[in-house]
């Protein structure tokens, strides 16, 4: 007998917020967020980034005080990024173990290094002059193999310098590789690598040039990190990585990307990270600042469906707030 009223009424589980949450398939946990920090050589007081409202450059201070706050907030983990007085050719201030980052990871391991997962984003474009995310040949090209060389040896200055985590972000093939070897070699096969394994030349990265002071002076980054339009490249990448030893593997950026961590997600065994970059801050942001949409809900909203796609761990410039907001 077939009635004119719908049998299967799926609202049945939308009418309380009770029954909402009792099914509910996705959950954000503050210990799987990450909170990406700046902290900048030679400033005295921590300087605002324009396109980023709410985040900082931090001085070593004041970056020892956010650090203790977003671990109380339940944050999982915080990536540092450095930024050098002096930039040269070959990125020198990013292995010196005198270096910005260095002395940072120092600090925080001092004060929050047994509470937390101390990250360091390994990369050159914070410390080149030219910006590029390597060293160059005599024609201006980003040189892969003396670039391994240099990432090896910064991965060693972090993981001495306190890192749990060392997380590559150059794009560079073999990298992986080359810092695992390293870091056996001087007895730190403890240290895991996060890769950044299918990073995307993103026009998202935009407000992060101003975070980290990182922008290329010629060109862009379209010849190492991979073109939008692709996406089983993004498996091969994770593959490579993988093969290389890297623990987990990381794509970027997050919410134009979705199909891409969820199957990075189905390929591997090792947790994904997704990375939801300046730009998808500096996004949410701008339009809430303006009233045009609700900037919590918002927020919300792009974490679930980042942790939906499959992430199981979220860099997010919003982690500390939310970790504070999930646990009220
Ligand atoms: C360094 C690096 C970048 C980001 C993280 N690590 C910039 C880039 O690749 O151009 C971007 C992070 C963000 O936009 O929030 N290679």
Redesign the pocket.
């Known amino acids: 007998m077939s009635s004119r009223f719908p049998a299967a009424r799926p609202r049945r589980l939308r009418r309380t917020a009770g029954l909402r949450s009792l099914a509910a398939q996705t959950s954000v946990r503050p210990g799987n967020l990450v909170l990406?920090m700046f902290v900048k050589e030679g400033i005295a007081e921590p300087q605002p980034v324009a396109s980023m409202p709410g985040v900082l450059q931090h001085t070593r201070d004041s970056l020892r005080k956010a650090a203790t706050e977003a671990v109380e907030a339940g944050v999982g983990g915080l990536i540092l990024?450095g930024i050098p007085a002096v930039k040269d050719s070959r990125g020198s201030a990013a292995d010196d173990p005198a270096g910005i980052i260095q002395l940072a990871l120092r600090d925080l391991t001092a004060e929050v290094g047994s509470d937390t997962v101390l990250m360091a984003?390994l990369?050159l474009?914070?410390y080149t002059d030219h910006g590029h995310?390597g060293v160059l040949t005599d024609v201006l090209d980003v040189d892969n193999d003396a670039t391994l060389e240099r990432y090896a040896s910064i991965a060693c200055a972090q993981a001495v310098a306190g890192a749990h985590v060392v997380a590559p972000?150059?794009m560079m093939d073999g990298q992986v590789g080359a810092i695992r070897s390293a870091l056996d070699e001087v007895g730190y096969a403890e240290i895991a690598i996060c890769a950044?394994s299918a990073?995307y030349a993103s026009a998202?990265?935009g407000?992060?040039?101003d975070a980290?002071e990182?922008a290329p002076l010629f060109g862009d980054?379209s010849g190492y990190?991979q073109d939008p339009r692709g996406a089983t490249e993004a498996l091969r990448e994770v593959a490579l990585d993988l093969d290389e030893g890297a623990d987990i593997v990381m794509v970027?950026p997050a919410l134009a990307y979705l199909d891409v961590i969820s199957r990075v997600a189905d390929a591997v065994t090792v947790p994904v990270a997704a990375?939801q970059?300046?730009?998808e801050?500096a996004m949410v942001e701008a339009a809430a600042a303006n009233g045009w949409l609700d900037r919590d809900r918002a927020i919300m909203e792009t974490l679930i469906a980042i942790r939906r796609a499959g992430a199981d761990i979220i860099l997010t410039?919003w982690a500390a707030e939310v970790a504070r907001r999930l646990s009220r």
């Open positions: 990406p990024f984003d990369c474009c914070e995310c972000s150059g950044y990073k998202f990265y407000p992060f040039r980290a990182g980054r990190q970027k990375y970059v300046s730009g801050y410039y």
